[in-house]
T-cell receptor, first 114, second 114 residues
Framework: DSGVTQTPKHLITATGQRVTLRCSPR?????VYWYQQSLDQGLQFLIQ???????AKGNILERFSAQQFPDLHSELNLSSLELGDSALYFC?????????????FGPGTRLTVL | AQSVTQPDIHITVSEGASLELRCNYS??????LFWYVQSPGQGLQLLLK??????LVQGIKGFEAEFKRSQSSFNLRKPSVHWSDAAEYFC????????????FGSGTRLLVRP
């Protein structure tokens, strides 16, 4: 158990809909990362937050957005969903306060868009 | 562009045989390097990491990896594979910018013959 939790585990929805994925980082970790794992694109970095502020953006579509709340949990919002958005979405967290550390991954949310 | 390459999509080995999974990186400087394992339907578990120092690093589950600067490689090895090692293995590199996001290779799926 990495200490990172993600809900829901599975999500099935229709094209055009909007969903919200939730991530709770390890206790004390200020950095949260979102990654997308799809069959055609592999594992790709989407976005990073550090202590409530956006720190870096990767290949994240404009239809996607994220935020990190004061309690450090993060949400990834996906809107106007398309079939190609079906993927496994991972959240990871890390502690940068005590030097470099690896990222700890949650179990992922599997999104299926029908 | 920064990249991580895993040239083998699939590898099949017999139980008890040795294993080597290849990983090459393309960066201006030596990045921090990682190997993660993903079992079917599961999240990503860190096997080992290289930051600096000794180029042979030991990880969990009997895995080790050797960093070779001259070859820009970070190959994963295990002397004797167990059936439970069947999974997908990802090599990743930290891009060493302020975000510390990870760039992943495309993964190698390991199949273990009984």
């Amino acid at each position: 158990d990495s200490g990172v939790t993600q809900t829901p585990k599975h999500l099935i929805t229709a094209t055009g809909q909007r969903v919200t994925l939730r991530c709770s980082p390890r206790s004390g970790d200020l950095s949260v990362y979102w990654y997308q794992q799809s069959l055609d694109q592999g594992l790709q970095f989407l976005i990073q937050y550090y202590n409530g502020e956006e720190r870096a953006k990767g290949n994240i579509l404009e239809r996607f957005s994220a935020q990190q709340f004061p309690d450090l949990h993060s949400e990834l919002n996906l809107s106007s969903l398309e079939l190609g958005d079906s993927a496994l979405y991972f959240c990871a967290s890390t502690d940068r306060e005590n030097g470099y550390n690896e990222q700890f991954f949650g179990p992922g949310t599997r999104l299926t868009v029908l | 562009a920064q990249s991580v390459t895993q040239p083998d999509i699939h590898i099949t080995v017999s139980e008890g045989a040795s294993l080597e999974l290849r990983c090459n990186y393309s960066y201006g400087a030596t990045p921090y390097l990682f190997w993660y394992v993903q079992s079917p339907g599961q999240g990503l578990q860190l096997l080992l990491k290289y930051f600096s120092g000794d180029t042979l690093v030991q990880g969990i589950k009997g895995f080790e990896a050797e960093f070779k600067r001259s070859q820009s490689s970070f190959n994963l090895r295990k002397p004797s594979v167990h059936w439970s090692d069947a999974a997908e293995y990802f090599c990743a590199a930290d891009v060493m910018d302020s975000s510390y996001k990870l760039i992943f290779g495309s993964g190698t799926r390991l199949l273990v013959r009984p």
